[in-house]
């Protein structure tokens, strides 16, 4: 995946710069708007992150003079919390938004989001280890086994078999499991996956479904070492 | 300005009073000159003796000796004329009837003249007969009203003036004590209040009523201090343990699992600082009198069926259930009804007693439907149950539990009926804690 980064706060700028290029992505950075329109009218990206404050041109406007000639997914970052700039960005062409302070992990997902959308149909039978899920017949099998779901358990592997190996933050399981778009402080996710736990890992001797803390959960096979 | 307004009116007044006494007095002069005038003409018309030329000379010298009045006659016959000038006079009066005043040239003095023709009788051939009479005593009445009208109008307006400041001064006291006491309120000096034993009864009542808007002003103020405290003390406990963890991991060499376990647990704190801000900018924009913008009309059993759903894990593990009761539609934003339910819920399941039953209830009125969730708890005093949905309130100090919650839910709930043109209730009876807010009903755009 092609990142570009336009952001004027160095320290934001950096670690999205590393903590993207871990997860294997190509990344340009831009520091004002007047270089990040540069990179992004003449360079192809998958993905733009933009920053809604920036010296030289701002967020808004760089994004109006990119929608006049490419469709490149933009993903606002908007340091006020007000609805005005939420409606603007989405307005003028961005594809998402993010309201500062937000985690990488929310980020990333959304990016991940951004990028699939409009890709091919998703395969319906996933698997991860020795884990089967089957979306159609709404069925999970482990090492031959048939697992034992209420249908909210069900949705919650599936997501994360979905995306399996990527992190899923709290908030973003409670959105797409439960449709619950807000910062809740329920643990009410944390006792989800604690059921799923028993369920899928529990009776069996490697563990596929992992705490990642402070972020959120991933389903992902992983060696002993790990 | 007093003593303007004052001159003023004085002028008019004296005016006024000039041009009534002039008209009355030329009147008057007319009168008199008719009544002279009418006098003699009744005795040349009717007098029928033979010598009554003689007679009329007679008649007119008697009554022309104190000065003031004068009579002409003119006739062909030089016997009847009578007077100075007796042709002239005839002529000049004949040249312009009515009353004529003239300046006559042997005197200074100027005289009121009216003239009549008497036709010719037995006794005499026709006659012109002219009346005069000084005006120099009417004049001299205008003349003095003139001379003091200035003096008596300026001083009446001096005094006017001055008495008018004067009762203004005294009047205006309490204002300007009123001025004097709202100087010195203050943020520093919020306790000092009008006074009101010294205002008087037309200020009396504005008085009390901007002292009460002072007692309104500084319980917000006395809160929003408390509050700003309250979040310092909240950011204060995840600051500390963030600086006082990082710097015991980096005192001493670590291996990498055990920086790890820093990095995380410092992860989980600044979750928990995030946290706190975003809420607080969300109430900030409530405060700011944001309103709910993307309202749908939907079924409020149907959204609340959806956030109880989310909880049944929970609901599960601590043996708890939930009923909802009754329906109604109103224009919400999902999004947000969601959240406020998800807090009264978690509150219910917080406080409610392993086993028990948690009541979630819609209730439509004619001007606004009410959500509420019940369950049983320990009884709230009266003077808590409002202090509910204060920020950083926690009932029971002593069970505050930090991690899950920190204290702002119930302000949230608030903050979200106040975006739905709505407001909060709690109450506590029989061992039942209802807690609860309701949505105005016109539909906002």
Same mark, same amino acid.
């Given at each position: 995946m092609k990142v570009l980064i336009v952001e004027d706060e160095r320290k934001t700028a950096d670690y999205l710069q590393r903590g993207l290029t871990e997860q294997g992505c190509a990344v340009d950075v831009a520091y004002d708007g007047i270089d990040g329109q540069h990179l992004a009218v003449h360079h192809d990206h998958d993905v733009i992150v933009l920053? %809604?404050? &920036? =010296?030289? &041109?701002?967020g808004f406007e760089l994004l109006r003079s990119l929608r006049a000639v490419k469709n490149t997914p933009v993903i606002m970052l908007t340091a006020r919390d007000g609805v005005e700039d939420r409606v603007r960005g989405l307005r003028d062409g961005a594809d998402d938004y993010l309201v500062k302070p937000f985690s990488f992990v929310e980020l990333f997902a959304r990016l991940q989001a951004l990028t699939r959308r409009g890709r091919l149909q998703e395969a319906t039978l996933l698997r991860v280890g020795g884990l089967s899920v089957d979306l159609i017949a709404r069925r999970a099998v482990r090492d031959g086994q048939r697992l034992d779901l209420t249908a909210k358990e069900f949705a919650l592997l599936a997501l994360l078999a979905r995306r399996q190996g990527e992190i899923l933050s709290k908030t973003t399981i409670a959105e797409l499991?439960? !449709?619950?778009?807000f910062d809740s402080n329920t643990n009410v996710v944390e006792v989800a996956i604690k059921r799923l736990r028993a369920k899928i !890992? %529990? =009776?069996?001797?490697? =563990? &596929?479904l992992h705490t990642i803390r402070g972020m959120g959960y991933v389903l992902e096979e992983r060696s002993a070492a790990a | 300005m007093f003593s303007a307004v004052a001159l003023a009116s004085f002028a008019l007044i004296g005016f006024a009073v000039h041009e009534l006494l002039s008209r009355d007095l030329a009147r008057h002069q007319q009168e008199q000159v008719a009544d002279r005038l009418a006098d003699l003409q009744f005795m040349l018309e009717h007098g029928r003796s033979v010598d009554l030329v003689d007679r009329v000379h007679d008649k007119i010298a008697a009554v022309t000796s104190n000065g003031r009045t004068r009579y002409w006659l003119w006739s062909e016959d030089a016997v009847w004329r009578y007077g100075d000038d007796a042709e002239r006079m005839a002529d000049i009066t004949r040249s312009k009837p009515g009353l004529l005043r003239l300046n006559m040239d042997s005197s200074r003095d100027q005289m009121a003249l009216l003239a009549a023709d008497i036709a010719a009788t037995p006794v005499h051939p026709p006659l012109r007969l002219i009346a005069g009479i000084d005006t120099a005593p009417i004049n001299q009445i205008l003349r003095t009203f003139e001379i003091w009208l200035l003096p008596v109008m300026l001083c009446g307006a001096l005094l006017v003036a001055a008495l008018s400041y004067h009762v203004a001064r005294v009047g205006l006291k309490p204002v300007a004590q009123l001025s004097a006491d709202a100087q010195r309120i203050g943020p520093d000096n919020r306790a000092q209040r009008l006074r009101m034993p010294s205002l008087p009864l037309e200020l009396a009542e504005f008085g009390s009523s901007f002292n009460s808007a002072l007692d309104r002003l500084d319980t917000a103020y006395t809160q929003l201090e408390s509050f700003n405290a309250d979040v310092a003390h909240e950011l204060r406990t995840p600051l500390a343990n963030l600086i006082g963890q990082t710097q015991v991991a980096l005192s001493r060499e670590r291996d990498a699992v055990q920086l790890r376990e820093v990095l995380q647990s410092n992860l989980e704190e600044i979750e928990r600082l995030r946290t706190i801000v975003s809420d607080m900018l969300f109430l900030a924009r409530a405060e700011r009198g944001e309103r709910a913008a993307r309202r749908v009309d939907t079924s409020l059993a149907r959204e609340i069926g959806k956030t109880v759903e989310f909880f049944d894990m929970l609901l599960d593990d601590a043996g708890l259930e939930v009923e909802v009761q009754g329906d109604a539609n109103a224009a919400i934003e999902t999004s947000l009804f969601h959240r406020a339910v998800t807090n009264l819920l978690q509150n219910a399941i917080q406080h409610a007693p392993r086993g028990a039953r948690i009541l979630a209830q819609v209730a439509a009125t004619d001007e606004d439907v009410r959500v509420s969730v019940s369950n049983p708890s320990e009884p709230i005093s009266a003077e808590q149950l409002p202090r509910?949905?204060?920020?950083?309130?926690?009932?029971d100090a002593s069970r505050s539990n930090s991690d899950a919650n920190h204290g702002l839910g119930l302000a949230i709930v608030k903050a979200i009926a106040s975006m739905h043109g709505g407001r909060v209730f709690a109450r506590s009876e029989a061992g039942i804690t209802t807690v609860g807010f309701s949505l105005g009903r016109s539909s906002g755009a």
């Open positions: 920053d %809604a404050m &920036l =010296p030289g &041109l701002n499991v439960w !449709d619950m778009h !890992d %529990a =009776p069996f001797a490697t =563990p &596929l | 509910l949905f204060d920020r950083f309130y926690r009932a």
